[in-house]
């Protein structure tokens, strides 16, 4: 994404999840999304295939039973 | 306060000081140097006499491995009667905890005693402790320096001898950064090893709890009492306890140990650079090794700070952003709108990363690397120069943990001085790293160190 992309973005998303993001903010919001965007890009370039899925597990809870 | 831990519960134990005495020579040397320090932001008096009172009364005082020892948390601890700040204005408005949060209660069965609740960056999002709601916290060694975060208060607190120890939290490198500016021991377990239950959470995917002390014995023995399993955190491994302190004096003999080449070089300073190579002098070793893609496993845990630190925030980004400290306001905000799919995507980073470090750990014990690219630079400072590169300086802090935490390997910081041509008083740390679980390699290397003279943690002077 370029810069211009980044706003578009942000402001789409922004307005999507409900925030409100002032002028003041917007400088700095664009800054840190920007430094975001490139480390995403970072790992895009690494080559990945089916086998590294990270497989985060998910524990199943237990009632708690008095024994 | 000079003596360590095991020193003060040895003369409580054998009745030759009291509890109550030690924790008033805690109160007494808060009450001295914190206008300067600003490493606590409560002080629980009443509390702690209280408890060393009862500690002292008790029967099996004699026995207590950390009877009448006073210590201190990072205020994102649940401390009961207190809400938890986490560095906040926000949580001031939170219902006071019902109870202490486990790692404090496991401490304080053995006849530790808690002081107080220490400062830190609002949410653990930050290196500096430049906290705008309670101020910054100082460099017992030099009050003009930060000392350095997220948990900044916590080895601030040791430095200036408040306290012998006390505890951090670190998902990025918020134990090993601070340890590093300050002078103090400190131990980031394996991710899972230390229950995290009534502590508030950062990034629970990296968040991992552990020990600032002034001497390793100190971390071994702290880190000892609070093992074992809490299955009301699901990060928590269901392992037991596996003590270290016994381990200590067989030292590094046998052990196999390297330096960490590449990113961990290219990001460091001269007096970083010096410190590992004293280390490994030290330690005899000339073996570099070269991790893959460290600079792809740190940008994997910024994208997991952020997809996770910015959504569990959201709904106080929507209705109170003004409340959040201006250090973190537009971070936070910036992180609730990353796409899911770069988050999804550096945690198959991170697994890859994990699997290629795995097969380092097949031919070496302990891995050395800088713990902070410089020495503590002055508080409000913005930007460093590192390998021919301008960087902020407040996240630059963290270039050298990320990695490393970014896959939850175990890591002892161990504090050198002298090594800043430029400023000679100041401390910095080098990480001593294991293989996950084995804990009792890097703690055996860092009391090898310790016990050479090379690594110490004295109390700052003239505070």
Redesign the interface.
Known sequence: MTAVDHQA??DA??AT?????SLE?RK??????G??AG??E?????P?TAA?????VF?PVAPEVDE | MNLDACAIAGGVRAGTTSARAAVQHSLDRIAATDPRVNAFTSVLAERALKRADAVDLNPRRSRMKLAGVPFAVKNLFDVAGLPTLAGSKIERDSPPARRDAVLVRRLEAEGAVLVGALNMDEYAYGFSTENTHYGATHNPHDLSRIGGGSSGGSAAAVAAGQVPFTLGSDTNGSIRVPASLCGTFGLKPTFGRLPRTGSYPFVASLDHLGPFARSVADLALSYDVMQGPDVADPACAQRDIEAVSDKLGQGAAGLRVAVLGGWFRDKALPEALAAVDAVAQALGTTRLIELPEVERARAAAFLITCGEGGALHLDDLRTRALDFDPMTRDRFLANALIPAAWVMRAHRVRHWFARRVARAFETVDVLIAPATPCVAPPIGTEWLDIGGQRLPSRASMGLLTQPISCIGLPVVTVPLWGLSAASPHLPIGVQLIAAPWREDLALRVAAELESQGLCSAPVAPGL
């Open positions: 973005y942000i998303a922004a999840l409900g925030l409100r993001i903010q700095g919001v664009a800054l840190y999304f430094l975001a480390m995403a970072l790992l895009q370039g690494l990945l590294d899925e990270s497989g985060n524990t």
